[in-house]
């Protein structure tokens, strides 16, 4: 059986038999409903072109300034850089680095490697270095978060407009084009495409073809002695020593580090997350922001902050901000801890379901940075010494905090784990039988 013809779940690593796609459409796993892969018509040619459209937008992001006020006469503008700039002069470097990373590194590092990749394909040449750029592509990929920076973009000019006339810079605009275009050059990057294109594919020690004997009985990959890699996809043979799920062993074609399960998953898990809780308190009743003006000081928390959308007539924005900054880390928290609980108990009960919750927290994991964004903003413009100064809290720290080890323990969690006491209970029903 050739090797090509089989694929294996990310998320419950079901073994199945790979059929042809129709352009525009998808694999999904036929056990858990995870999407395996997508056929998408000219999907390099269409990220290459998002992807340069994306460079070219981001230099103007960052060279003209995103927001001003406008106070008498006198106007404050900042760019994003000097928003961060602003945030680490006010001491508070933690949030200026979290902000600096999620919002230009790790989008330039995105870009730039897409671009690595994608314009030596485009004239037939291998890319150099193409399996260590390619994985540097995919770590990037979930700290990117540019969409978030926009929603709190928003969320700042409904509070700037309560303290002065609000001057949008170009910078606003293209970064809400640019938002656009990178997930669009994230959707058109087909891993699959890729590597078809590059000789490589091939390379030794990938996948050896299997036989039927080989796969009667298996349900899933682990139980095949097979891995897929969570970086390309490839499914490959795992090593003698890997069985132990300790073990890892380097991806035949992209060189990522495999495992048949990630190792110490549960622990790391509750690691994380235990940490998350900690700092969840503070970040929640410390201030996360001090407002010190002609009135005197106000110390806002994030729950003060929504309060004062809702009053000022913004419902919507708060709605948002609450779901976002309060519900959302409290709901990560709470899901993790359900499906850590239940996979050490070894439970049985609704795979699919818990399956579903862990692809949400996945998803919803970088939005609740939009606080974070939000403060960047009012510090850097609202520094009028005669007249209103506004600082970040220390709940701030606390808060970013958070919302990266939330993350942390999500990408710790393994979801196989979820399946394999499911499976274990399909080979004892074929063993009875």
Known sequence: MNHGKLIACHECDLLQREVPVPEGGGLRCRRCRAQLCREIPNSLERALAFSIAAAVLFAVSNLYPIVGLSVNGTVVETTLLGAVSALYADGKWPIAGLVFATTVLMPILQTASMLWLLIPLKFDRLPWGGPLMFRLCHLCQPWGMTEVLILGLLVALVKLSAIAGVVVGPALWSFGTLMFVLAAAGAAFDSRNLWSRVAVVEHAGALPSLDEASLQGALTAARCGLARCHDCGLLARAQANAHAHAHAFNCPRCGAAMHLRKPASLSRTWAFLITAMVMYIPANVLPV??????????????????????????????????VASIAVPMLKILALGYLTISTQM?????PVERTRIYRMVEFVGRWSMLD???????????????????????????????????????MAFDPRLIWDEVEQDHARTRETA
Do not use: K
């Open 289 to 322: 922001m001090y407002t010190n003006s002609l009135f005197g000081t106000e110390n806002d928390t994030i729950l003060s902050g929504v309060v004062y959308l809702w009053t000022s007539g913004s419902w919507p924005l708060a709605i948002v901000v609450f």
């Open 346 to 350: 070894h439970s049985r009960w609704h």
């Open 372 to 410: 974070i964004y939000v403060i960047t903003m009012l510090v850097a413009l609202v520094q009028f010494q005669a007249l209103a100064t506004i600082q970040a809290g220390n709940a701030a720290i606390a808060f970013g905090a958070v919302v990266v080890l939330t993350m942390f323990a999500a």
